[in-house]
């Protein structure tokens, strides 16, 4: 890193990122401005600049979500418009109290947006102030003291009753029941439904690779994990008897969550039955599947979720039935056999 002289002008010549500039520094070639440039100026080139604006921060957390999923860089970046719609981009970020972000969520609420897409619009807010925090820039992530709102109160997930199932499988046709028939005899989500591709189903067993979220976009399932499981002769045998007509097995015809959850609701209008989410048909699965006894680990690997304790959360209610403790009666009276 040097100093040098072109037309009386001091220029520096340094080192940055590996690639080597010639900078003017507009200033006359003069000994007063040689000992300030030397003393001031000439340490701070060639090292990265230091962020310190909101805008900055963002793009940082833009950038991670990139590298790990592209469907969360997407929400984000609509997220991002928003947030320097409402704050400038080059206020510093330690500018910004819980009032502005208070007064940031009020502004939300007036625009009508719902609990849920407010907190979705702070997530990427929140991590911009963790990164900052973890630099030393701030001293307190602000977003974790604002008042966000409450989510409203989620209706209660019912199941469907065995009926309720047959009376949809047998008044439905084409890629609503092809839906319906994956849904309720592997527990899917339907996300996981409408991106299930014909290869992804040999012999009788099926494997669960990715999703589409409500944007539209194909990502990893819930937990970036794909599972393979067997599956019920009936919904095999169904699978097999129809004309494989795209590579997708519900088609295009069936392609977001929410095409799909308007058509549901509108069958079960139409057969009054208690309209419910496509969600309710995972819980139904997996209520059915615990009321026959199956394997916990069975049940653990069809659904997707990353421990036993997700299911004891959601699903923890004992469906008695009359095998209760039948396997494990046997099993003792065969100990006592042998030990007799």
Do not use: C
């Amino acid at each position: 890193m040097r100093l040098f002289k072109r037309n009386g002008v001091l220029y520096a010549d340094f080192i940055q990122k590996g690639k080597r500039f010639k900078k003017s520094l507009d200033l006359a070639d003069t000994p007063a401005n040689r000992k300030y440039a030397t003393e001031k100026i000439l340490p701070t080139l060639g090292k990265p600049k230091k962020r310190q604006t909101l805008g900055e921060f963002i793009d940082i957390v833009l950038e991670e979500a990139t590298e790990k999923k592209p469907a969360t860089a997407k929400a984000y970046e609509y997220a991002k418009r928003q947030i320097l719609n409402y704050f400038e981009p080059k206020t510093h970020i330690a500018e910004i109290t819980t009032s502005d972000i208070d007064d940031f969520v009020k502004e939300l609420k007036r625009a009508k947006l719902a609990p849920k897409t407010i907190k979705a619009y702070l997530a990427p807010l929140s991590l911009a102030f963790k990164e900052a925090l973890r630099l030393d820039v701030i001293t307190k992530n602000p977003v974790t003291t604002a008042k966000t709102p409450s989510p409203k109160p989620q209706k209660k997930k019912d199941i469907f009753t065995k009926q309720e199932i047959d009376k949809l499988l047998q008044n439905s046709d084409g890629m609503l029941k092809t839906f319906m028939m994956i849904g309720f005899y592997t527990g899917a989500r339907a996300g996981e439904i409408i991106s299930l591709k014909w290869n992804d189903i040999k012999e009788n067993k099926m494997t669960i690779a990715r999703t589409r979220n409500s944007l539209g976009t194909l990502n990893t399932p819930k937990n970036d994990k794909s599972r393979t499981f067997k599956i019920a002769k009936p919904l095999e045998e169904f699978l097999g008897s129809l004309e494989k007509k795209s590579e997708w097995i519900v088609g295009e015809e069936l392609a977001s969550p929410a095409k799909v959850a308007r058509r549901f609701k509108r069958i079960q209008k139409n057969l009054n039955i208690e309209p419910q989410t496509p969600h309710a048909m995972r819980h139904t699965t997996v209520s059915l599947l615990l009321s026959a006894g199956e394997n916990p680990m069975l049940i653990k690997n069809m659904i997707g979720h990353v421990d036993m304790k997700m299911i004891e959360t959601i699903y923890g209610h004992h469906i008695e039935n009359e095998r209760d403790l039948i396997g494990f009666t046997s099993l003792l009276e065969h100990q006592k056999e042998h030990q007799g």
